[in-house]
């Protein structure tokens, strides 16, 4: 579950919490493009070594680094396999170009992950809703979204409390062979699902109790507004696209290989 | 003023056999707080989801009879139309709260009227502070206790401004001290905004001094209505399964041994108190 | 017979739940655990069980300390009845549903065919012997899981919540079944709230606060003492809220059941009118 410690949201107040997640959304895509853009090693470096100061900034080192070693198992299976692959490829070679491209692949996906990271740990699920609800996404998914991370806590306390009350009827879950443990489970899902049906129901009338689908045009308590550090943010993002694509046109990369 | 009436109203649920709401008729002036109670299955969940139009448009099922609510004929109107007219304020406190913070939640009816932002704001927070939950208006909905909750659902309700608020036994999850502050926050805002109050509860040793009538419903039909201390000097009010206060039981277990206790039925400790305190100067004297 | 010492109880979370608790459950005993949410009350009676174990500190039940073996075999002997009958049913009668747990404790088909029909037969419910548990009420519902229970025939009793969402017929079945387990010689304990149900019942009171006791005795007294409820956020009983303003007038202030105040007036005004 470590993968999603580093997505767990926590309300910090700072500057890069309080950027608004639709600039965020827009420097990961970026981010992502310019990963895909590079397959060697000293520019996805870079990429790498980018959002480390916003992470610092926002105070989120230690989630942060929990997602990446959530990661890691992951990053070396990609690191693995495109090392395996390049060795059979050519006739059980195995060069110190191959191991960089190995290493150029993995870290690839590491930026694509520490960037994910970094936009979750800093933005508030509430904000995220708010973003989601301000463009054009259908206010239902909106809702969908901000109403399922608002019962996240909530499903999960229940998981353990129907849990506990089989466990006190005799339920070891931890006993028998792997079928037997699955049946196991049989007895947690059902009381769960039933119960996620029951709380859908009483959602369902509050909502409609609460004048749900009186108009198409609904507004908003809040607004989103622009502030001088999104149009900050949205300049480096624009400049590491710009530069990101001027280097991959015109500037030979070397790697690092060549220097051995 | 009537601003509730039902005449004959009954219901059957879809699939279901029996109706669940025989032949109802009740009448509600404007500004009333009136209590219906009656033992589990009696109808009462029934009948308020019949107030705001869940039944017929939520629920489907045959619905026969009349229903007016503030003026407005509930079978030929959508929920989402009645919803500025009537709240609902049900059981569970978390199941009724959705948003990440509270005073989203409280804004969700108005943001689904399409209400212009800044009168929006101003609703948000005079409800908050109604029901005294401003301090928490940043926090989520799950940080805060079950009796917090039940007030959000209030302030949630009572931002779209309602002539009627309806609560289903809003305090079932909670303890007596919370219990006891939903039911004073009910009684101001029937007090001083003159909203209409339909509450239906068991817990009558904290609610019956609120009540101006007392509706008893027992397996789908009303069975009484009307004062509420006519109603709990009656022996069958016992038999039906209603809890009556303690005092009011005690009062009427003394009476009935020929202690002369004046007539007025004590509704809860405190008038209890003071007829008994009365009836032992005069029995000191005598 | 549970025996507490010095119980700690620390969260995941960081949250310590209890700070120090002792106390001993005599065999038979019925005791009602009070005190405000998140007083630690829950915490307290999940440790009988062996749901949760001791940060620090040690509890024994029936000599065995819970550290020591499982929450399968500790529930043989105290059976939990969870707040919301929700969160255990799942089968598809009410029948399968008892059987679970008789099934999981190792009982004999015959002997659990038996103790179905007893449990049925206790609660009431024999008629809903092959329905489907989600159809019925609410108040059904929290019976099969009480059955559910009882059919096994743990030595110790412990409801959490009991009377939530109850009408008053219920309470008084409740009470009832209480008064009937005893008999049978079952230690009960209870969590709760509900001053009324308790000032009817009058057992043991252990009041929590904070994590630790804060009283401990007969129902009676420590519902009655004003500064102790206040403390920890409960309610003084209706009927002792009568007799806290008569006592000026040369009444006993510890009383909370309504039969007793009755005569306790009776004779008072007898007297003064001779």
Not at chain 2, 50 to 76: A, S
Not at chain 2, 81 to 105: C, H, R, T, W, Y
Not at chain 3, 223 to 249: C, D, G, N, R
Request: proline share 4%.
């Amino acid at each position: 579950m470590s993968v999603f410690d580093g997505l767990k949201f926590r309300r910090i107040k700072s500057p890069i919490h309080n950027l608004d997640p639709r600039m965020k959304f827009v420097y990961v895509c970026a981010a992502f493009v310019a990963a895909i853009l590079f397959g060697k090693l000293i520019p996805l470096f870079v990429l790498f070594l980018l959002p480390i100061p916003f992470v610092f900034l926002a105070g989120v080192q230690k989630e942060w680094l929990r997602s990446l070693r959530g990661a890691a198992f992951l990053a070396g299976f990609i690191f693995f396999v495109n090392l395996a692959s390049s060795f059979f490829t050519s006739n059980y070679t195995l060069t110190a170009a191959a191991v960089e491209n190995s290493a150029a692949m993995t870290l690839r996906f590491v930026v694509l992950v520490e960037s994910f990271s970094v936009f979750f740990l800093t933005t508030s699920p509430d904000h995220l809703g708010l973003a989601l609800e301000q463009t054009k996404v259908p206010y239902e998914f909106a809702f969908a979204f901000t109403t399922a991370v608002r019962f996240v806590p909530v499903l999960a306390e229940e998981a353990q409390t129907i849990m506990d009350a089989q466990k006190a009827r005799g339920l070891e879950l931890e006993k028998g062979g792997i079928l037997k443990r699955i049946r196991n489970y049989v007895p947690v899902l059902i009381p769960l699902i039933v119960s996620a049906i029951r709380r859908s129901l009483e959602l369902a009338e509050a909502m409609e109790s609460r004048a749900w689908g009186a108009t198409e045009k609904r507004t908003n308590l809040f607004a989103l507004r622009l502030h001088r550090g999104d149009f900050a943010l949205l300049a480096i993002t624009v400049g590491i696209l710009v530069v990101s694509i001027y280097v991959y046109i015109y500037v030979p990369i070397p790697t690092l290989s060549q220097f051995m | 003023m009537t601003i509730i009436e039902t005449k004959n109203l009954t219901y059957t649920y879809p699939g279901g056999t029996t109706p669940s709401i025989n032949n109802v008729s009740i009448k509600v002036q404007k500004g009333e707080f009136i209590l219906i109670t009656g033992p589990s299955g009696c109808g009462k969940t029934t009948l308020c989801r019949c107030l705001n139009g869940l039944i017929p448009h939520f629920y489907q099922g045959e619905l026969k009879g009349h229903i007016t609510v503030t003026g407005i004929d509930t079978t030929k109107h959508k929920t989402h139309e009645l919803a500025k007219n009537v709240g609902l304020v049900f059981q569970n406190p978390e199941n009724q709260l959705f948003a990440l913070s509270i005073e989203k939640d409280v804004a969700f009816g108005l943001e689904n009227l399409g209400m212009a932002r800044e009168e929006m704001q101003e609703r948000v927070e005079w409800a908050l502070k109604l029901t005294d939950i401003y301090d928490l208006r940043e926090r989520s909905p799950h940080e805060v206790s079950g009796g917090q909750q039940q007030r959000v659902a209030i302030a949630a309700v009572l931002a779209m401004q309602p002539e009627v608020i309806v609560l289903d036994e809003p305090t079932s999850f909670l303890d007596p001290l919370s219990a006891e502050k939903i039911f004073e926050v009910i009684h101001e805002l029937n007090k001083e905004l003159g909203i209409t109050v339909v509450l239906v509860e068991h817990r009558l040793d904290l609610t019956a001094k609120y009540a101006d009538h007392i509706i008893i419903m027992d397996e789908g039909e009303v069975v009484f209505d009307g004062n509420p201390r006519e109603i709990l000097s009656t022996e069958e009010t016992r038999l039906i399964g209603v809890g009556i206060p303690k005092a009011t039981f005690l009062y009427h277990m003394l009476k009935k041994e020929g202690v002369n206790l004046g007539e007025v039925t004590p509704l809860s400790s405190e008038d209890l108190t003071i007829i008994l305190q009365e009836a032992l100067k005069t029995s000191d004297r005598g | 017979m549970i025996e507490v010492e010095d119980l700690h109880f620390r969260y995941p979370n960081g949250v310590e739940a209890l700070k120090g608790v002792s106390l001993v459950i005599k065999r038979g005993e019925f005791v009602a655990i009070m005190g405000q949410n998140g007083a630690g009350k829950t915490t307290l009676v999940k440790h009988f069980n062996g749901l949760l174990k001791p940060s620090k500190g040690t509890i024994r039940v029936d000599g065995v300390a819970t550290t020591e073996t499982s929450v399968a075999s500790l529930s043989r002997n105290a059976g939990f009845v969870f707040q919301n009958p929700d969160h255990q049913l799942f089968s598809e009668t009410v029948e399968e549903e008892i059987a679970f747990a008789l099934k999981n404790f190792g009982f004999k088909e015959e002997t659990i065919e038996k103790r179905i029909t007893w449990a049925l037969n206790l609660l009431g419910l024999s008629k809903y012997r092959k329905t489907s548990p989600f159809l019925l009420s609410g108040g059904e519902r929290k019976r099969v899981a009480l059955a559910s229970v009882l059919a096994w025939d743990p030595e110790i009793l412990i409801l959490d919540e009991p009377t939530i969402g109850q009408d008053h017929q219920q309470k008084e079945k409740l009470r009832q079944f209480i008064i009937q387990m005893q008999t049978q010689g079952k230690t009960v304990v209870i969590v709760t709230h509900d001053v009324e149900f308790v000032s009817e019942c009058n057992p043991r009171v252990l009041l929590m606060k904070e994590g630790v006791i804060v009283a401990d005795g007969e129902g009676k007294k420590i519902l009655t003492t004003p500064e102790v409820l206040t403390k920890s956020s409960i309610v003084l009983p209706q009927i002792a809220q009568v007799f806290m303003k008569l006592a000026p007038l040369g009444f006993p202030k510890d009383v909370i059941d309504v039969y007793e105040a009755k005569e306790i007036l009776l004779r008072k005004l007898q007297e003064m009118r001779k």
